[in-house]
């Protein structure tokens, strides 16, 4: 059964999913879809052209698909939010609509997003990913599965952070990050493997292994990276998640956010 409460406001064409729940003073506007057993829990607001999927709660104070900030943005353009199922928005989080026209934000399944996150404009968020209390991303900024993004941290617009990376708490992050890897500081530079959000994720010892000696040949031998690169690609021809390491150098924009000197300290010892 639906429920929804008596001074919540539900215009005409929003899709309200089997067991959904609308809290108390929420907004939602037509050309919305909530998905089944999704509880919206209080003074949530949800803006035209967004969809919510299933099992998802929303906590008070949050707004999604509002109006992109980009000042690009045309006034009466119609543009979408997309969030997946069972995801966890807790409050103050605010995610907005793309910013030219037909054009869409996405947040995938499984997600938490806790209190006062942002996502901008045409941003494309993984599944399972964290973004801890504070965090900031950027418009068109594209974050992979698994991915852990500390508190109070930005992620500079464009900017592509790799599958199973971890963004540590305020870092200042304004270029490119690998997947499986660990990126702190002001700005931020990639430091070591992510062993922990690897193994939580699944991955096998072996695999991790991989990782860490492709981190250490593509950073921490005298090469030049278009070298290191070739290198590592001959040496894991058969690893996809070598490959996806590989990728992301090459389709690089705006360059890595490649480890400083004392990093080759920490990771000299690895094998």
Not at 95 to 106: A, F, L, N, R, Y
Not at 115 to 143: D, E, P, R
Request: charged letters at 20%; proline letters at 3%.
């Amino acid at each position: 059964m639906i429920k929804i409460h008596k001074h919540a406001v539900v215009e005409k064409g929003a899709e309200l999913g089997e067991d959904s729940e609308i809290g108390p003073f929420c907004t939602v506007a037509a050309n919305t879809q909530i998905g089944a057993n999704t509880k919206l829990r209080s003074h949530v607001v949800v803006e035209p052209y967004t969809s919510i999927g299933t099992d998802c709660e929303i906590f008070p104070y949050v707004t999604l698909g509002m109006q992109s900030q980009d000042l690009k943005y045309v006034s009466g353009s119609i543009t979408y939010t997309h969030i997946g199922n069972r995801n966890i928005i807790r409050e103050f989080v605010s995610v907005h609509s793309g910013t030219e026209p037909e054009s869409c934000t996405k947040i995938g399944d499984d997600c938490a997003l806790l209190a006062q996150s942002h996502v901008a404009h045409n941003c494309i968020v993984g599944n399972k990913v964290i973004m801890s209390h504070g965090a900031t991303l950027g418009g068109h900024v594209i974050i992979g599965d698994h991915v852990n993004i500390g508190g109070l941290s930005a992620i500079h617009q464009f900017c592509h952070v790799g599958e199973a990376a971890m963004i540590a708490g305020m870092a200042r992050t304004i270029q490119d990050v690998l997947p499986f890897t660990i990126a702190e500081g002001s700005p931020a530079h990639m430091r070591v493997i992510n062993k922990v959000g690897m193994e939580r994720a699944g991955y096998s010892v072996s695999e991790i292994s991989e990782v860490r000696k492709a981190f250490r040949a593509l950073f921490m031998r005298e090469m030049r990276l278009e070298d290191a690169v070739n290198h590592v690609e001959k040496s894991f021809p058969n690893s996809k998640n070598i490959n996806l390491m590989i990728n992301a150098v090459r389709a690089s924009q705006r360059g890595l956010a490649r480890p400083e000197s004392a990093t080759y300290e920490i990771n000299v010892a690895d094998d």
